[in-house]
């Protein structure tokens, strides 16, 4: 079992800057591929970003390209998502979720490829 606990959301004014953070249990963190999700009042659940178990590559959503950047740090089982430029339309709850172990596919962006999820924290951007 992973548990994975997500922190660093809250209310910004657009243009603003926001760090998730998503800290992971136990010890297979670093054989996972790691993905940050969204989800908007009423809207879907979109992949933002993801980084593979190996921090080699990196997906991201078209319209967060140039803005958010995805990173993992082993050492500490924990991934970051870095959002600079914020717009409204960035705001929702943001998950954590993590792959299976050594996931070869890639790149990984369908919430079913996901086996463990965080309880989420809300961004909200203000216009």
């Known amino acids: 079992q992973v548990q994975l606990v997500e922190s660093g959301g809250g209310l910004v004014q657009a243009g603003g800057s926001l760090r998730l953070s998503c800290a992971a249990s136990?010890?297979?963190?670093?054989?996972?591929?790691m993905g940050w999700f969204r989800q908007a009042p009423g809207k879907e659940r979109e992949s933002v970003a993801a980084?593979?178990?190996?921090?080699?590559?990196?997906y991201y959503l078209d319209s967060v390209k140039g803005r958010f950047t995805i990173s993992r740090d082993n050492d500490k089982n924990t991934v970051y998502l870095q959002m600079n430029s914020l717009k409204p339309e960035d705001t929702g709850v943001y998950y954590c979720?993590?792959?299976?172990?050594?996931?070869?596919?890639?790149?990984?962006?369908?919430?079913?490829?996901?086996?463990?999820w965080g309880q989420g924290t809300q961004v909200t951007v203000s216009s």
């Open positions: 979720a993590a792959t299976r172990q050594y996931d070869s596919a890639w790149p990984r962006r369908a919430p079913g490829d996901y086996d463990y």
């Open positions: 136990g010890r297979t963190f670093s054989s996972r591929a």
């Open positions: 980084i593979s178990w190996s921090g080699d590559n990196a």
